[in-house]
């Protein structure tokens, strides 16, 4: 039979051994707590990297900010920006815009017009159906529901989409990637003069410098002219911006 003594050796023993466990819990808890905040601070840290990558400028100069900034004039009314990013650079104020006869100030120019081309297609496709235009930049074809919304574009939207604006009377002034930054911004005054109904973009399949694009009509200029260049942007988005079209969508200039 166990003595007083022995009985109380069995409780101090077990008195050690239950706070040996709460101070192992302890640390286990406190060691728990130092990983979940260091998981948070990464997480945080990730979010503010990727905010301020999106919020940065790529190689060409244009700025990959929000489509809510003025220079952008992104209407989203007219459509979709489809994560494209928008151009928010303010344009070089052109001079004073002679607007004439179109086949004039293109052939000054040094551009080449094709219009009434053929209606190669208008029916609505899904994401995965891929289409292969004719021309560039393509003037129809079948297209994403999803049209570009009017505005300024930093990168090159899918062509699927901004074919479906073509189709809603815009005007589109594309140029290469290749293009001057000065010589693009003189293209973004133009623009900014009147931005409604038009969409301005990059697109690195052009084999010349500046094209314009309106629904079954297109002019493609291998270089650009300067002021003689402008006039005939000019007076393709006079000619057809807001007419050419299947299904017309109202804008404000």
Known sequence: MASRKDDKERLRQERLA?????????????????????ILTAIVMAGIIVAITKGGSNSSGSTQGSCSEPNAHFDSTTGFQNGVPCDTRQGTPPPAVKVADLPTAAKDAGC????????????????????TYKGEPPTSGNHSPNQMADGAYSQEPDPRNFV???????????????????????????????P??????????????????????????????????LNALADFREKFRGIAGRETVPFTP
């Open 112 to 131: 080449t017009l094709a219009l009434n081309l053929p209606d190669y297609g208008h029916k609505h496709i899904d994401a995965s159906t891929k289409v």
């Open 164 to 194: 479906h604006s073509l189709e809603h009377g815009r005007v589109e002034f594309e140029y290469s990637p290749n293009l001057s930054e000065s010589d693009q911004l003189a293209i973004k005054g133009l623009f900014d003069q009147t």
């Open 196 to 229: 409604g109904g038009v969409l301005m973009f990059p697109n690195s399949q052009l084999t010349g410098a500046v094209a314009a694009a309106a629904w079954r009509n297109r002019m493609n200029c291998p270089k650009y002219e300067g002021s003689k260049t």
């Open 18 to 38: 239950a706070e040996a466990q709460e101070k192992r819990e302890a640390r286990r808890r406190t060691i728990l707590g130092y990983a979940a905040a260091g």
